[in-house]
């Protein structure tokens, strides 16, 4: 028998840019330094891949960039002093390049460990990179034999369960995990069935912040060994966090701490949005932002979502009206631009359509207008607005949404110009909720812009379902086909209209070369296109295939 010892740890839930190395190298070196004066801790836990960022891509691939994190190693071991610190790098050894964690204490590697579950689906292509581990890393510390694993460990039994083996009393599992809308309660049950079949308390630590198309979301947990959440970190907040558990007798206590409620579903989305258009657009050097608003709900939102993330002082409102533009937009967004305190202005494209129109007209002759003139409108709108974004290094926010990039429903340099989309990945559906749901904290999305049917405004009296099905139908047909790789019978034989699930999946099929030339933007459903969808652009694969 032994008095019981009481060790508090820091979880560092930070950011830590890709490929920054020497920066994120001091980032970690002040959180030792704050855990140990300030918290008072033992032992402070970092996220994976925490000198280089995540992910760090074809960087893995270059000499210099890992001559980088074994300095930064090197400077590590020798500023660390007074905590155990457990870090996340990237570390070379004769079988090849690993993703690893090592456990730092008074200038000493007490541990390394090399990631055994490499993902390389979705999002993820770690085997590209990274040689598998295949042994347990379990390492004392502050008394408590603790087995270390990485991420996709955790989403498997063998990893956890080589620690049980190795003799670790409980688990702590460092993470780069991506955020997509209710990722945190997969990310829970996959934990306690980690926990159920171990026995052993697990310590889960996230990432925080966006890395171009992805989100990190943080809320870090721990998990005593009932499987029962005793502790929780707030979702997208960096900050040091501190928890204590309790050793003795060979046995490990975690008494209930501090548990963050989880946010709903759109304010999550919300928070996700914020954090990604607030990095990309701070951590490339913009100085702010331009955005065609419209006086429709996409640019509406887009608007809002830049302004609560970067500020409305760092934001130019631009309204671009043509013959076919009615006077309800342009009041309800000089409306939503001086409520946010957002500088606007008016340039009409009139004067430049009549000219294209002019200048094309031998080339045009005997041809019937069309969707041309309704392309030369927006293209006009592109020219205008990055002509802005040029002069005053400012980036454009695209308005597209999920339901639009998914069908082509947007012109290629026309509204789909620009640097980075927030609603990228953002159904149409989804689009109206979080609007509601951002008015209902503050009303500054003017109501209308709400209830009106949303239109292009390219032609007279037209809407979108001129072209496209309702969005609730459009939405429930895409999320089948794009997010769940449903076939065209099992969508129709869930009750959707035959006609119609054919022509949208034609349409899905044919857009594909215009999303791979559509701005990048934030992933926040389980399946985005991009890097998380590969279709190829030409193809014989039918709906009837």
Request: charged share 20%; net charge neutral.
């Amino acid at each position: 028998m032994y008095k019981t010892k009481t060790v508090r740890l820091v979880i560092a839930q930070l950011d830590f840019l890709v490929g920054a190395i020497e920066d994120n190298a001091s980032k970690i070196i002040n959180a030792c330094v704050t855990a140990r004066d300030q918290h008072r801790a033992d032992v402070i836990v970092f996220p994976e891949l925490t000198l280089t960022g995540y992910p760090p891509e074809d960087l893995l691939l270059r000499a210099d960039l890992q001559q980088r994190v074994d300095a930064a190693l090197q400077r590590l071991c020798h500023a660390i002093s007074g905590i155990t610190a457990i870090i996340g790098l990237s570390l070379r050894d004769p079988q090849g390049l690993r993703n690893a964690a090592v456990v730092i204490e008074q200038g000493k590697i007490l541990g390394r460990y090399y990631k055994q579950a490499l993902p390389n689906y979705s999002v993820f292509d770690e085997k590209r990179y990274f040689v598998p581990g295949n042994e347990a890393c379990v390492v004392t510390i502050a008394g408590i034999p603790t087995g270390i694993t990485i991420c996709e460990d955790a989403w498997v039994a063998q990893p956890a369960a080589l620690c049980k083996a190795a003799g670790a009393r409980w688990l702590i599992n460092l993470n780069a995990s991506p955020y997509h809308l209710e990722k945190d309660l997969e990310r829970l049950q996959v934990l306690q069935q980690r926990v159920r079949e171990t026995g052993l308390a697990l310590l889960y630590v996230n990432l925080v912040g966006g890395q171009d198309e992805l989100v990190f979301d943080g809320e870090s947990l721990l998990l005593n060994a009932h499987a029962e959440v005793v502790w929780r970190a707030p979702a997208f907040a960096t900050n040091l966090y501190s928890v204590e558990v309790q050793f003795a007798n060979d046995n490990l206590f975690i008494p209930v701490q501090s548990i963050a409620p989880r946010l709903s579903p759109e304010a999550s989305v919300y928070q996700a949005l914020l954090r990604g258009a607030r990095d990309y657009i701070t951590n490339n050097g913009f100085d702010g932002a331009v955005i065609g608003l419209s006086g429709g709900i996409d640019s509406a939102l887009t608007l809002v979502l830049a302004a609560d993330a970067i500020g409305a002082e760092h934001l130019e409102a631009v309204m671009m009206p043509s013959r076919f533009t009615a006077q309800m937009s342009r009041e309800d967004a000089q409306a939503q631009a001086k409520t946010l305190g957002v500088r606007y202005q008016e340039i009409s494209i009139e004067p430049v359509f009549q000219a294209f129109n002019s200048l094309l007209r031998d080339s045009f002759t005997g041809c019937a207008a069309d969707t041309t003139e309704e392309n030369i409108q927006a293209r006009c709108r592109g020219i205008i607005l990055m002509a802005i974004s040029n002069k005053k290094h400012k980036i454009v926010l695209t308005t597209g949404n999920k339901s639009e990039m998914a069908v082509g429903y947007a012109t290629l340099y026309g509204d789909m110009a620009g640097g980075f989309d927030l609603l990228k990945d953002v159904p149409k559906t989804l689009v109206y909720r979080l609007a509601q749901w951002r008015n209902a904290q503050q009303p500054v999305i003017p109501q209308r812009v709400i209830d009106r049917p949303p239109s292009a405004e390219l032609r007279p009296d037209q809407q979108d379902t001129d072209s496209l099905p309702p969005y609730d139908i459009l939405d429930a047909i895409l999320e089948r086909y794009v997010e769940k790789d449903q076939s065209a019978a099992q969508i129709i034989t869930a009750g959707y209209d035959a006609p119609t699930v054919l022509r949208v999946i034609a349409l899905v099929d044919r857009a594909e070369y215009k999303r791979r030339q559509a701005a990048p933007g934030i992933r926040i459903t389980r399946r985005a296109f991009g890097r998380d969808r590969r279709y190829p652009m030409t193809s014989g694969f039918g709906p009837g295939d």
